[in-house]
């Protein structure tokens, strides 16, 4: 069965400061893992599609990659507009669902 | 293209009601989603649309629950006698049959059964 397991549950970071959310996945052959966001009270954001080990995407301050086991969402000189839920996808190649982490709940203070 | 659209946002109802949500798709996404998600986790299956067709369900699925997708547009879930259990929010997602696999989410029902 599909797993994904997101680390931490929970970051609270400065303004400016750097750091990265971790995604770990088990999944019998990858077609995607997925990047969302997710505010308060709405439903996901698409923000990235990774599809082979060792791709990169990035968006504004937001920076994807992506290994066979797990991929980091980089998130360099963060804004309080940034705070929100990360969440993490995969989509196995047998199937069209995708299955979900629990999240990352960021913070970024002024 | 207005995105995925979902109706109503809020829905409360009493223990034992039938409550049925509606789904629009963005128009050229001939693939459709069904997912749950309660507070702290991420959004869990329900059930999966393509055109008109169910081709999937999760097994975790009530025989409560039913979901139309007529003639391959919207969607409904209906949920029936309803339980304080299925307080959560119900997501809507699209996708094309075309190349890219992302889906697009709607805003959500958020559903809160008394």
């Known amino acids: 069965e599909d797993q994904v397991t997101q680390s931490p549950e929970a970051l609270r970071l400065q303004e400016g400061e750097s750091s990265s959310l971790n995604c770990s996945y088990t999944v019998s052959g990858l077609r995607g893992l997925f990047w969302y966001r997710q505010d308060p009270g709405k439903g996901p954001e698409f923000l990235f599609t990774l599809y082979s080990a060792g791709e990169e995407k990035e968006k504004e301050r937001l920076k994807a990659t992506l290994t066979k086991k797990e991929s980091f969402l980089h998130i360099t000189a963060p804004k309080p507009e940034d705070s929100a839920t990360y969440l993490c996808a995969v989509m196995p190649g047998t199937a069209s669902k995708l299955t979900f982490g629990t999240g990352t709940r960021l913070q970024v203070m002024l | ?114």
């Open chain 2, 1 to 114: 293209d207005t995105g995925v659209s979902q109706d109503p946002r809020h829905k409360i109802t009493k223990r034992g009601q039938n409550v049925t949500f509606r789904c629009d798709p963005i128009s050229e996404h001939n693939r459709l989603y069904w997912y749950r998600q309660t507070l702290g986790q991420g959004p869990e299956f329900l059930t999966y649309f393509q055109n008109e067709a169910q081709l999937e369900k999760s097994r975790l699925l009530s025989d409560r629950f039913s979901a139309e997708r007529p003639k391959g547009s919207f969607s409904t879930l209906e949920i029936q006698r309803t339980e304080q259990g299925d307080s959560a929010m119900y997501l809507c997602a699209s996708r094309s049959g075309q190349g890219r696999p992302e889906a697009f989410f709607g805003q959500g029902t958020r559903l809160t059964v008394v």
